[in-house]
């Protein structure tokens, strides 16, 4: 397991753009596939979309599908939420989180780490 920090939120108007950063100690990071997830007031905690352990391969949630990205670099120990066209609905708080297994998942049981958030605010 890593430790794990999140930056990069703040304000924005719907259509705009943020890139959120996770930045990771440790020695292994390229050994694990990393995830983002948010959470919004009174809901339960989402899946955003993931990352393999070379970046060679993502998915994501249908509601973020073709608006959002992530890319890691693994010499640097960082992983990036790139989150153009945002919406309303992306208010949340949003998480960076490390898996335990290399199976696609969007469980967030299966992820063991996980940053203390970021908050990124949509305004219509």
């Known amino acids: 397991q890593v430790q794990l920090v999140e930056s990069g939120g703040g304000l924005v108007q719907a259509g705009g753009s943020l890139r959120l950063s996770c930045a990771a100690s440790?020695?292994?990071?390229?050994?694990?596939?990393m995830g983002w997830f948010r959470q919004a007031p009174g809901k339960e905690r989402e899946f955003v979309g993931a990352?393999?352990?070379?970046?060679?391969?993502?998915n994501f949630a249908d509601s973020v599908k073709g608006r959002f990205t992530i890319s890691r670099d693994n010499a640097k120990n960082t992983v990036t939420l790139q989150m153009d066209r945002l919406k309303p609905a992306d208010t949340a708080v949003y998480y960076c989180?490390?898996?335990?297994?290399?199976?696609?998942?969007?469980?967030?049981?299966?992820?063991?780490?996980w940053g203390q958030g970021t908050q990124v605010t949509v305004s219509s």
């Open positions: 989180a490390q898996q335990s297994g290399l199976t696609v998942t969007m469980d967030p049981n299966f992820f063991v780490s």
């Open positions: 440790g020695r292994t990071f390229s050994s694990y596939r």
């Open positions: 990352i393999s352990r070379l970046g060679d391969s993502t």
